[in-house]
């Protein structure tokens, strides 16, 4: 199996970037519709796998808030510098973040989880949650598809696109809770039922305050409560 990691910070994420995000039009995104749903005014986002800085340029500007992204194609992140100079950013992957703890309203995950590393799953769920202040919205734009599968990536020998509804990745934990899914899908001609090409943007917040409210089921004093 092909380390994904270093397959995008070596080459293919330069390749990814003149595949789709060069020449695109980018003047309207559906995670900023997402955000302005739920009405919220944020300080600072973080985008995790910016890309050339298309979305976080729009989200800047929607929310005049203080941009950061990441992303591990440095060609990208050349273009973006350029196109787009008051956007933060870094070079780096999602499991291990450059940035302070709590230091983001919105955490984004940009369409690149379904491309991270098995073992890393665990960690950049961590790093993401640790970045995110309480009180604060990750958003997760991805496939949704019935259930876990695997694809071989059809532009690296050895990698894998793995697909799930990743914002369990975080909704287990009873200080995130789901509040806003928008559907998508992953074909620009005619419409298909394809678990292959669903996709949605799960915006989910976090609130510690809820997440282990008093035991509703008595005092606590039983003989073998903790």
């Excluded at 999602?94 to 991270?116: K, Q, T």
């Amino acid at each position: 199996m092909s380390d994904q990691k270093t397959e995008f910070l070596r080459s293919e994420g330069d390749r990814m970037f003149e595949r789709y995000q060069r020449w695109g039009h980018f003047e309207v995104n559906p995670v900023v519709f997402s955000l302005q749903d739920i009405a919220i005014k944020p300080k600072a986002i973080l985008e995790i796998g910016c890309g050339a800085g298309h979305r976080l340029a729009l989200l800047q500007k929607e929310f005049d808030a203080e941009c950061h992204g990441i992303e591990p194609s440095p060609v990208a992140l050349k273009y973006a510098r350029v196109n787009y100079p008051d956007l933060i950013l870094e070079q780096g992957t999602a499991e291990s973040l450059p940035y302070a703890d709590n230091r983001f309203d919105v955490v984004i995950f940009g369409f690149c989880l379904y491309l991270c590393d098995l073992a890393d799953h665990f960690r950049i769920a961590w790093q993401a949650d640790r970045v995110l202040v309480d009180g604060g919205f990750m958003v997760i734009n991805d496939f949704l598809p019935p259930v876990p599968y695997s694809n071989d990536f059809v532009h690296v020998a050895g990698m894998r696109s793995c697909k799930m509804e990743w914002s369990r990745m975080f909704s287990w934990n009873p200080a995130y809770r789901l509040i806003s899914r928008r559907h998508l899908e992953d074909k620009k001609t005619t419409f298909s039922f394809s678990p292959d090409d669903q996709i949605c943007i799960d915006v989910l917040r976090k609130d510690r305050a809820i997440a282990f409210p008093r035991n509703p089921y008595g005092n606590g004093q039983g003989p073998i409560s903790r």
